[in-house]
């Protein structure tokens, strides 16, 4: 029933809108408003982004669900290092290993370092992990065709803001950045034990044994991929209207300044709030139009923070705390993607 509850909204919302659509056809209004020639741009750009990003979206989907019913944070927790410098590359690393979205991240490492995981080390795979993995890594290259370089200094600029991010917290961070003072921390831990046998309860409910786990699978990929998907649809709308809109003109005075296109994409990344193993096709969109560390910002600054990932962060950890890291990786980032500009891209 759930499954049927599920898929039929949208079933029955895209019935309506084609039913619409051909109500309008019958009066020659859509023949009239398609024939529009921004129109057609808008149509063009809209659903080949969507196309080319449902593929790597589809396979995250899939890699989380696996992860989330088969690796248990315990698992996670016991092949931690005590090192901080390995620790730093083992939570900017992990993200080859757990290919997680970053949607799910955040709760998944709140509750890693409520049972002992280092806080600077789960801050950093936050951070790292929507980025430097194997997913994100193959959506790029195949974005950027011709210019491969971008999928390899993607890597580099995020691996290396992140590395200096842990440093830097291991550094000054002198106690736990969650909200969660000490007193109401083992309520808490009663809460998280509550949560997950209710998680466990629920996908028992599937049934039992090896093939309840396929069914529990199955059933948090098709939430998760809703759940991207209308990030996905969203942007890819936002980005289809304005390069259809926009005057170029006015787009090609602002790539014209280094410092402010990169600012200007780090900030539309924030507001687009796209998905990590989708975000490279909005950005390949925009090749030509701006320079190589401006898409280079976007990819890197966009997964690290967005609109929903900030309100995720500031639910979890203090204020402060977040606030001082994001100002920490705009700075890093924007200044990470100039010089790489001038020295990997040589403009």
């Not at 019958?26 to 982004?49: A, E, H, R, Y």
Request: charged share 10%; net charge positive; hydrophobic share 55%.
């Amino acid at each position: 029933m759930n499954f049927i509850y599920r898929l039929g909204m949208p079933l029955l919302a895209a019935g309506c809108l084609i039913m619409l659509a051909q109500i309008l056809n019958m009066g020659g209004m859509t023949d009239m408003i398609v024939s529009n020639p921004s129109v057609q741009s808008f149509k063009i750009l809209f659903i080949s982004i969507i196309l080319e990003a449902f593929p790597f979206i589809l396979l995250g989907v899939f890699v989380s669900a696996i992860l989330q019913v088969f690796v248990s944070d315990a698992t996670i927790a016991r092949i931690t290092p005590k090192n901080p410098i390995i620790g730093v590359l083992f939570g900017s690393l992990l993200g080859l290993l757990l290919p997680l979205c970053e949607c799910g991240m955040i709760p998944v490492v709140r509750r890693l370092i409520r049972k002992g995981m280092p806080a600077y080390i789960g801050i950093v795979f936050i951070f790292a992990g929507p980025i430097i993995n194997p997913v994100v890594f193959t959506s790029t290259f195949t974005a950027f065709r011709s210019q491969p370089v971008m999928a390899y200094t993607r890597m580099g600029l995020a691996l290396a803001v992140c590395i200096a991010l842990g440093l830097v917290l291991y550094r000054f961070m002198k106690k736990s950045p969650l909200k969660l003072d000490a007193l109401s921390l083992a309520a808490a831990n009663n809460k998280d034990l509550t949560d997950l046998d209710s998680y466990g309860h629920t996908h028992n409910s599937h049934g039992t044994g090896f093939r309840g786990r396929i069914v529990a699978t199955l059933s948090h990929a098709s939430d998760e991929f809703f759940d991207i998907g209308k990030y996905l649809i969203m942007g890819s709308f936002i980005t289809a209207v304005v390069q259809t809109l926009l005057d170029r003109s006015l787009l090609a005075t602002i790539s014209s300044e280094p410092v402010i296109s990169n600012m200007f994409m780090m900030g539309f990344a924030f507001a687009l709030s796209l998905c990590s193993t989708s975000d490279a096709f909005v950005a390949s969109s925009f090749n030509g139009i701006f320079g190589p560390g401006a898409l280079l910002a976007f990819l890197v600054f966009g997964p690290m923070v967005d609109m929903k990932s900030m309100l995720m962060l500031l639910a979890s950890f203090r204020t402060k705390v977040v606030i001082a890291i994001i100002l920490f990786l705009f700075v890093a980032i924007l200044c990470g993607s100039i010089i790489a500009e001038k020295l990997v891209f040589h403009t």
